[in-house]
Each structure stands twice: as C-alpha cells, then as structure tokens.
C-alpha cells in the first residue's frame, strides 16, 4: 500500500519515501454535466479554472517493511470534450 500526502504534511519512522509527485491544475473545471436522453450523449459543462497551472507537490510513502519500488504518474495526453470546444471559442 502506498501513503500519499502533501510535502509539507510529514510522516513518522515507520515510513519509507518511496516518490515525489507533482499534479498540475487543469485549464478548465467540470461544474456540471448534461445528459440527452435522445441521443444518450453524457457531456460536461466547463468553467476557466483561475488556479491553472498550479503545481502542487506530494511525497508517496511506504511502510519500511514493504517493497521501496518508486513510484511516479504517468503522464497521459488530455483529451479535449469535442461537446465544449465551441463553448471554449
């Protein structure tokens, strides 16, 4: 099992750190979804996010006793709401 918590929140000795880890707040926030019965289209409704680009920072932990196999985020392309992009423009 691996304990994730912000940098700054700290952990005692029985803890390994096993990873650092940064999440980057996104361009845009979901602030609702829309959902068309006739076409049983889900889509969600978005706002500009004032914090993005915000980087937070997080230390992942292990117990001691168990594996010390870093950990990472992979990082995955964002895929665009083809459903909001006239929205966006």
């Known amino acids: 099992m691996t304990l994730i918590l912000p940098e700054d929140f700290g952990a005692d000795d029985r803890y390994q750190v096993v ?3 940064t999440r980057v707040e996104a361009e ?3 602030v609702g979804y829309n959902f068309d019965l006739r076409t049983n289209e889900l889509s969600a409704e978005r706002v500009p996010n ?11 932990h292990r117990l001691k006793e168990q ?3 870093p950990v990472s985020m992979t990082g995955i392309p964002v895929q665009h709401d083809e459903n909001n992009l006239a929205d966006e423009e």
Not at 50 to 60: D, L, R
């Open 19 to 21: 990873g650092n880890l």
């Open 28 to 30: 845009t926030l979901v």
């Open 50 to 60: 004032p914090k993005a680009g915000t980087q937070h920072q997080f230390v992942a």
């Open 67 to 69: 594996a010390s196999k």
